[in-house]
């Protein structure tokens, strides 16, 4: 398999963190320049990243640790075979990687990317506390500059994070220039296509129930707020699959689980 190569990313201020100047985007439901829009999302997960593991468990009723798993199943790692875990922060994915990797012996590696130094410092805590320090690094880099070399990776995954990316097609393009012949994406993201009979009680727990436990559980109404606007911005199943065909994906399927609320996007580098 060889050991995970690395490649310079471009420094802030760079042309490719500067080219969206003068365009719109997305935050939430606000539109903002392009420009702005990734430091934005930086104060979101710097403001919740010491409580963000518990607020994932309340906010889910634990469901996301269900989402994870099958995310994990899905992948069925073997020995030896390489992780890059996108938008990874506090390592939830990683560790459940290179758990199943031990089950069956061991070896392997996961590298944890993230552009929010507060999550992955609370990533580097917990993957100490569980004594975890072989075959596991930590990058800072956005999904959409991955300082990875091509065709490192036999899988990579992004998990409640590409709503959050500035340029979903420079990011999707990049995920698959670091997987190798053969090697499979998955992500796992909200989705905006619950069941109809559950949107209503799905739209009253969203944006009344979440900013509330924001606010209590983190000090943050808004990021809360932001995390359900966000969703109601991601495009449906279908359209998301059609954007990882276009970054080159082959093989493109996806599941619905918990009546539509999360979907696993599955994509091959053919």
Not at 53 to 67: A, E, F, P, Q, T
């Amino acid at each position: 398999m060889g050991a995970l190569r690395y490649r310079r990313v471009m420094p802030s201020g760079s042309s490719h963190s500067t080219s969206g100047r003068g365009r719109e985007t997305d935050f939430g439901f606000r539109r903002v320049d392009r420009g702005d829009h990734a430091g934005l999302v930086g104060e979101v997960f710097s403001s919740v990243a010491g409580r963000y593991d518990l607020m994932n468990d309340l906010m889910s009723g634990g469901l996301h640790r269900i989402w994870k798993q099958a995310l994990i199943d899905w992948l069925a790692p073997r020995p030896g075979q390489r992780l890059l875990d996108v938008a990874g922060g506090t390592g939830d994915v990683a560790l459940r990687f290179l758990d199943r990797l031990a089950d069956q012996g061991g070896g392997g590696s996961a590298v944890i990317c993230d552009p929010s130094l507060d999550m992955l410092e609370v990533g580097r805590r917990r993957a100490l506390d569980r004594g975890v320090i072989a075959g596991l690094s930590h990058v800072r880099a956005p999904a959409e500059a991955l300082p990875v070399a091509g065709r490192a990776v036999d899988f990579c995954t992004i998990s409640f994070g590409l709503r959050n990316v500035t340029e979903r097609a420079a990011a999707l393009a990049e995920m698959h220039r670091v997987l190798d012949y053969g090697g499979h994406f998955l992500c796992l993201e909200f989705s905006p296509s619950v069941l109809p009979m559950l949107a209503p009680a799905y739209d009253a727990y969203s944006f009344r129930v979440l900013p509330w436990m924001g606010q209590r559980i983190t000090g943050d109404r808004v990021a809360y707020q932001y995390l359900a606007e966000s969703i109601r911005r991601f495009p449906e199943p279908g359209i998301l699959a059609d954007e990882m065909r276009d970054a080159g994906f082959g093989n493109v399927t996806w599941r619905a689980f918990s009546a539509g609320i999360v979907a696993i996007h599955s994509g091959w580098r053919v």
